[in-house]
């Protein structure tokens, strides 16, 4: 991906606002949020330069506590608002964040399709292992075995292989990481960032009121770095054993990537040879006309 060049000597202070952390002590949010300015400003991207889409949930309560272009969507709907939004400008770069809730219930449908559309955006999955903004409640990858909100007993149904299943999507990217290690997920969402295609990081957070079963300490014990053990990242099968098989210790860093496939846009027959977007090929509407039912 090209970055913009008129973003030099950008610093993670660009990325500062007064508004307040809401998020709970210790809530793995605060690394990724950390973790997100330090890549963008160690790219030389300024804030007017990226979008930054947020779900609903305690994640996307980030949207206002970082100086930048942000939305904050509906619940489970992030990557088509992010998607939509990079078809229509292609020179910016789009991050989209959600939840394991938005992603892998409410809005599963959009994410397994944008593994088939290989939209050029990249989606972090903030994985706390449970809806946190409700109050705890067990989402697809709670544990079966735990007593959560709404589920005092553990809940009825399996825990879904969510690495399994984003393997069998046929994915160009795939890596995780730990909300306690920032420098390493740092290196993460900078490639990420830069790939040509749907990138997919999921970051194993800590969320110390509601999950007590994959703890802060439980991830910095389990979670292994992989960058150093030769790992080739083009090879698919090792690449989905190594996600897929957690018994032991967790692997994080970059598991997965190609880049030889073309993204959606590129794949557009209507867009070929185009020198503009779509957003300069489109003249500014007034939308006044239409809300004025509602105001
Ligand atoms: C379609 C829809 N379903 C449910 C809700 C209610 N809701 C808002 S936030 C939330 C929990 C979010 O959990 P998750 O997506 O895992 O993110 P987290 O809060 O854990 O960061 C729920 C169920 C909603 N706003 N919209």
Redesign the pocket.
């Known amino acids: 991906m090209k970055i913009p060049l008129d973003s030099k000597g950008v610093s993670m202070h660009d990325y500062y606002t007064e508004t307040q952390c809401s998020w709970c002590d210790g809530c793995g949010?605060y690394g990724v949020w950390t973790a997100t300015k330090r890549a963008l400003a160690e790219l030389g991207i300024a804030p007017h330069n990226v979008l930054l889409c947020y779900?609903?949930?305690?994640?996307?309560n980030g949207a206002d506590k970082i100086n930048a272009y942000t939305v904050h969507g509906?619940?489970?709907r992030v990557i088509s608002l992010a998607a939509g939004a990079k078809l229509a400008n292609p020179e910016l770069p789009v991050m989209a964040f959600?939840?394991?809730?938005?992603?892998f219930s409410?809005g599963v449908g959009h994410f397994v399709h944008a593994f088939r559309s290989n939209y050029p955006i990249t989606f972090v999955l903030?994985n706390?292992a449970?809806?946190?903004?409700?109050t705890g409640?067990s989402?697809s990858l709670t544990w079966q075995d735990q007593a959560m909100n709404t589920a005092p007993n553990g809940m009825p149904e399996h825990t879904l292989n969510s690495m399994d299943f984003v393997f069998s999507l046929e994915p160009t990217f795939v890596a995780r990481g730990f909300s306690g290690n920032i420098d390493q997920m740092t290196e993460i969402f900078k490639a990420a960032i830069q790939h040509r295609g749907f990138a997919f990081v999921d970051i194993l957070q800590a969320?110390p009121t509601y999950n007590k079963f994959a703890t802060h300490d439980y991830l910095l014990e389990k979670c292994h770095d992989i960058s150093g053990d030769g790992h080739d990242t083009s090879d698919f099968a090792a690449a989905r054993a190594l996600a897929v098989d957690t018994s032991e210790r967790i692997a994080t860093g970059i598991l997965y990537q190609r880049e030889d496939l073309p993204d959606f846009y590129e794949r557009l027959v209507p867009r070929q040879g185009k020198k503009t977007t779509a957003v300069d090929e489109v003249e500014i509407q007034s939308v006044k006309g239409l809300c004025k039912d509602f105001i």
Do not use: K, M, P
């Open positions: 949010d779900d609903v949930g305690c994640n996307g509906l619940h489970g959600g939840g394991d809730g938005a992603s409410e903030h706390n449970n809806y946190g903004l409700t409640q989402s969320c």
